[in-house]
């Protein structure tokens, strides 16, 4: 993603996790941290493209939360570390990729006017021509507050870096980037699997150089794919062009509601109640189950949740009341539920119960009425 395209949209993402399911009330996963269940085996979260800290959703797990935040601007990540308050939570300057991408692609590609062609459509944005209009510089004003902005001068990989602090397990990874993403994953692929990693974020950007190694969506979920993650939300991001500008989602100039989709935000899991998941990706400990659980109630799926409390019930009935959460996911989705029994047994009986309920139609008006009655008195 251009540089400008990033840091117009930081503000609200940052609050919104970019997606509009997010549980901030994730009553579950509170009470599983709150109990002590994960004491023991912390939730180790990674943020890639940590400007403005990390998002507050994924407190929920305080007091057991480790986190790791890497942004390549210097004044900023100094910001952060000197205003938070958990020692757990630390971030880094330093810009994040894959030492070896360059020779995966090449610059020389990316430049050459024909193999290189990108169908890229940001800059033709009715978003790009507000923002000549209004003599607007986000990157200035959001991601760096100082006139000159100092970028890091240290590079890395989460492998490199992983390896160095001796970090025995990742929980979640959450990418980022000023179009770096796929560079980031790459630099990750044994992070993901050796510290049995269960879910990432990815920004992916749909439209770019056609190459099997550039930042383009498809190539990010082949690439999750073959490290046996499931995608589970995309939430897309619209741009009108400037030839016939839409209506901006925003009181900034960004994404519209109308016109054609541009980027989006890309949830992945392991699925784990997949039939035959463990024989071919090997099975997670009790503690990663339960984390993935609280993952899938944190990102608004309680289903998810739920079938795997079910399916995993013994591994994990030794660190959670299987049926009390149960009950509590139940009542998430359903404010009016006695609890899960009650619900499914509601469903069993009538599936149709779960329907969307019948439009009420407006009482016709008098005037209505009246010309009505006007028509037939003249037909007749």
């Not at 016939?244 to 994404?255: C, K, M, N, S, T």
């Not at 392991?270 to 109630?297: F, I, M, N």
Request: with cysteine.
């Amino acid at each position: 993603m251009p540089a400008t395209l990033k840091a117009r949209e930081s503000v609200h993402r940052r609050h919104e996790m970019s997606t509009p399911r997010i549980n901030y009330a994730a009553r579950m996963t509170n009470a599983v941290a709150g109990r002590g269940a994960l004491t023991s085996t912390p939730f180790i979260l990674v943020d890639v493209g940590a400007s403005g800290g990390i998002e507050q959703c994924w407190r929920v797990f305080a007091p057991s939360l480790k986190a790791y935040g890497f942004d390549p601007l210097v004044k900023e990540v100094e910001r952060l570390n000197q205003v938070e308050p958990s020692p757990d939570i630390r971030y880094f300057a330093y810009f994040v990729g894959d030492p070896g991408y360059g020779e995966l692609y090449p610059p020389s590609f990316a430049s050459d006017s024909v193999l290189g062609w990108s169908d890229q459509v940001y800059e033709r944005t009715s978003a790009v021509r507000a923002q000549q209009l209004m003599s607007m510089s986000f990157t200035q004003r959001f991601n760096n507050e100082d006139p000159e902005i100092r970028l890091a001068d240290q590079r890395t990989s989460l492998d490199e870096f992983f390896t160095h602090t001796h970090t025995p397990y990742v929980d979640f990874i959450k990418v980022d980037t000023d179009g770096h993403d796929y560079e980031v994953l790459l630099g990750a692929r044994q992070t993901m699997a050796q510290k049995h990693v269960l879910g990432l974020l990815v920004e992916c950007q749909l439209h770019g150089v056609r190459h099997p190694h550039s930042n383009l969506f498809s190539n990010i979920d082949r690439l999750l794919r073959e490290q046996g993650f499931s995608l589970f939300d995309f939430e897309i991001y619209r741009y009108s062009r400037a030839a016939l500008p839409g209506h901006f989602v925003y009181e900034i100039p960004a994404q519209t509601h109308e016109g054609q989709v541009v980027w989006g935000d890309a949830l992945y899991f392991r699925d784990v109640t997949a039939v035959g998941y463990d024989q071919r990706w090997g099975a997670l400990e009790p503690s990663k189950l339960l984390k993935l659980a609280c993952l899938h109630e944190l990102f608004g799926m309680p289903d998810c949740a739920a079938e795997l409390l079910l399916q995993r019930r013994d591994a994990l009935s030794g660190l959670v009341d299987v049926d009390h959460a149960l009950d509590i996911l139940a009542n998430e989705m359903d404010p009016g539920s006695r609890g899960y029994r009650d619900r499914q047994a509601r469903f069993e009986q009538s599936p149709k119960s779960f329907f969307p309920a019948p439009r009420r139609r407006p009482a016709p008006s008098l005037r209505s009425m009246l010309g009505a009655l006007a028509r037939r008195v003249r037909k007749w």
